[in-house]
């Protein structure tokens, strides 16, 4: 069907799959497969109401192991956009001593789609820093920066030589700080450069993020990019398991397995 029908296909299983006798049905009907496509390569609305639709039939512990089961034989197919082009996948294998900064839009607030602290909880905060997670300052520095990016983080390069960063600095600071070699995560390990992750939402990065893919460049940081779909969830409650579900075949898809390798330091 046109993508609208997909869409909307996937809105009423959604709602369907709520019901226990129900559930039975859309198992039986053959759903669960075109399903699991939606989640790892439908647009937005597909992707969510897939999530929602899978989370629900999951609770189910027989038609749970169908879905697990149907994610293995459905792999991740990349979308065709420009940034996913340029930065496609990681191109070595992963190794236990890599960490990862996230670029990504604010969505702590969101409804069952917080793609990015999701992400953190996947790869493991040992390994992985947020910038969501910290409140930073839009201050700007007096004469040097506006506090925009454009400064690309060097505007306090001079004050981070003997301290790191706090939330009274510079974001943008405070984020080339973390992509370069003396962050806390990158001294632990001789002074490894991260992965950036950049959680490319809708095919449109935001502006912040346009300035830390630039600081990447600079500083020589291989960036990977996470295309996703910006979806917020409110008429189907909290499906976090679903989105779990599709960042996990990219992130597979993109590092490997990410879960086997460096999780625990």
């Given at each position: 069907g046109s993508e609208e029908a997909k869409a909307k296909a996937a809105w009423a299983l959604s709602n369907l799959a709520a019901n226990d006798k129900i559930k039975a049905w859309i198992v039986e009907a053959g759903a669960i497969a075109p399903l699991v496509g939606l989640l790892a390569a439908g647009a937005g609305e597909q992707q969510a109401f897939a999530a929602t639709a899978l989370e629900q039939l999951s609770k189910n512990p027989a038609f749970g192991a169908k879905v697990e089961a149907a994610r293995g034989c459905t792999p991740y197919q990349p979308k065709r956009n420009e940034l996913e082009q340029k930065y496609p996948k990681l191109l070595r294998r992963l190794e236990k001593d890599d960490h990862f900064?996230?670029?990504?839009?604010?969505?702590?607030?969101?409804?069952?789609?917080?793609?990015?602290?999701?992400?953190?909880?996947?790869?493991?905060?040992?390994?992985?820093?947020?910038?969501?997670?910290?409140?930073?300052?839009?201050?700007?520095?007096?004469?040097?920066?506006e506090s925009?990016?454009?400064?690309?983080?060097?505007?306090?390069?001079?004050?981070?030589?003997?301290?790191?960063?706090?939330?009274?600095?510079?974001?943008?600071?405070?984020?080339?700080?973390?992509?370069?070699?003396?962050?806390?995560?990158?001294?632990?390990?001789?002074?490894?450069?991260?992965?950036?992750?950049?959680?490319?939402?809708?095919?449109?990065?935001?502006?912040?993020?346009?300035?830390?893919?630039?600081?990447?460049?600079?500083?020589?940081?291989?960036?990977?990019?996470?295309?996703?779909?910006?979806?917020?969830?409110?008429?189907a409650g909290n499906a976090e398991k679903g989105v779990r579900m599709a960042l996990d075949q990219q992130l597979r898809y993109k590092l490997g397995p990410y879960d086997e390798v460096g999780n625990k330091h």
């Open positions: 900064v996230l670029s990504v839009k604010f969505t702590k607030n969101r409804k069952g789609n917080r793609s990015a602290e999701i992400l953190h909880e996947m790869l493991g905060p040992h390994r992985t820093y947020n910038p969501n997670n910290f409140d930073k300052s839009c201050k700007n520095v007096e004469g040097v920066c925009t990016g454009s400064c690309l983080g060097v505007c306090q390069e001079e004050l981070f030589k003997t301290r790191a960063p706090t939330i009274d600095d510079c974001w943008a600071s405070s984020y080339r700080w973390h992509l370069g070699p003396k962050s806390a995560r990158a001294r632990k390990r001789k002074g490894r450069l991260p992965i950036m992750l950049q959680l490319l939402e809708d095919g449109a990065l935001g502006e912040g993020q346009k300035w830390e893919e630039k600081m990447a460049e600079e500083l020589g940081v291989t960036v990977v990019t996470i295309d996703w779909a910006g979806f917020v969830l409110n008429q």
